[in-house]
């Protein structure tokens, strides 16, 4: 499976990772999305009704976690994150707002169009972020 993000996922990792009460994130992030199937990865909140690319919220770490929202497109293996945040700590929040869930789903089809992705590798236990 190929697992790619926007820049708005990219931008809001890094500034987490960086904090000491979010040093579990990298870790997080690897241990769920990567060397999995994608029907192990169909669980979560439905955002939407589709069956083929189902947009879910998902809770990593519990519920004082993270929760990161990711668009799934079965038939071709790839995975989209497109953001995530804390529930607790400095930067944590409890939800996003409905209009920020359909911007970011917006989005995530433009730069789908466009070209306008991160590839997402892991290297030495690290994630490594590609311009598509």
Request: some cysteine; aromatic content about 12%.
């Amino acid at each position: 499976m190929t697992i790619l993000c926007l820049e708005d996922f990219k931008i809001q990792f890094e500034k987490l990772k960086k904090k000491n009460s979010y040093l579990s994130i990298e870790k997080d992030i690897i241990d769920y999305f990567f060397e999995k199937e994608v029907n192990e990865l169909i669980s979560g909140t439905r955002l939407n009704n589709s069956a083929e690319t189902p947009y879910i919220k998902k809770r990593i770490n519990g519920s004082g976690g993270f929760r990161v929202y990711f668009l799934l497109v079965i038939k071709d293996e790839k995975l989209y994150l497109m953001f995530l945040h804390p529930k607790t700590g400095s930067m944590g929040y409890d939800n996003i707002s409905d209009e920020l869930k359909s911007l970011l789903y917006k989005k995530v089809l433009e730069s789908i169009l466009n070209n306008e992705l991160y590839i997402l590798s892991v290297d030495e236990n690290r994630i490594i972020f590609k311009k598509q």
